[in-house]
């Protein structure tokens, strides 16, 4: 299913139609701040398991994020942070950054690495928030499998026409960006820049 739901006042009936369609173990394509993602439940292991097919990726070599709506689940499914740390979370987010946390004892055995860590995403935008507000807690994320051809993954109907077999909704809420989010592991308690994104990490570390 191809649905369009408006990115700055997301209709509430398309929305509760996304978050059923969760509750109910089903896969969807969606927006961000960043590229198109792939998203389920967390709770979901099956669902995540079509997820790693999609990808085409071994579930337990997976390094997938968590979005959040807010900072509030931060308590729930990351262990605890230090001030300094907080400050930089809450000066980065909502915005195009993933964090790496240690990951607490409610992350789903499925979503943890080796390393028992998680990554977080606040991304700033409205359908994201209001699918995981909706929902009552946070949804896996991945990226798209990315091919030489960028149209298509960043073309929610060209996305259709590739993945309607393998995901039951596509989100269109127009043409999505070619650059990922910034991640940034703060498990040591001090930053390092894993991947540079869309976020600009030279103006949040003050480098």
């Given at each position: 299913m191809l649905l369009h739901i408006h990115p700055d006042n997301p209709q509430a009936r398309n929305i509760k139609t996304v978050v059923d369609c969760l509750k109910a173990g089903g896969v969807i394509i969606y927006p961000t701040d960043t590229i198109y993602g792939l998203g389920c439940d967390i709770?979901?292991?099956?669902?995540?398991?079509?997820?790693?097919?999609?990808?085409?990726?071994?579930?337990?070599?997976?390094?997938f994020s968590i979005i959040c709506n807010d900072l509030s689940h931060l308590s729930d499914y990351t262990k605890s942070v230090d001030t300094p740390t907080f400050r930089l979370l809450k000066a980065a987010l909502p915005g195009p950054f993933t964090f790496i946390l240690q990951a607490s004892k409610q992350v789903p055995k499925h979503l943890k690495t080796k390393k028992d860590t998680v990554g977080i995403r606040v991304p700033d935008h409205k359908i994201c928030q209001e699918i995981v507000r909706e929902l009552g807690h946070p949804i896996m994320s991945v990226s798209l499998p990315m091919g030489n051809e960028v149209e298509y993954y960043t073309d929610p109907e060209l996305m259709h026409d590739q993945f309607e077999n393998m995901v039951d909704i596509v989100i269109d809420s127009g043409i999505g960006s070619i650059i990922a989010s910034t991640v940034i592991d703060v498990t040591s308690g001090e930053p390092i820049v894993i991947r540079e994104g869309a976020g600009d990490s030279e103006k949040l570390l003050g480098k």
């Open positions: 709770y979901n292991a099956n669902a995540m398991e079509r997820i790693s097919r999609i990808k085409n990726i071994d579930p337990k070599k997976a390094q």
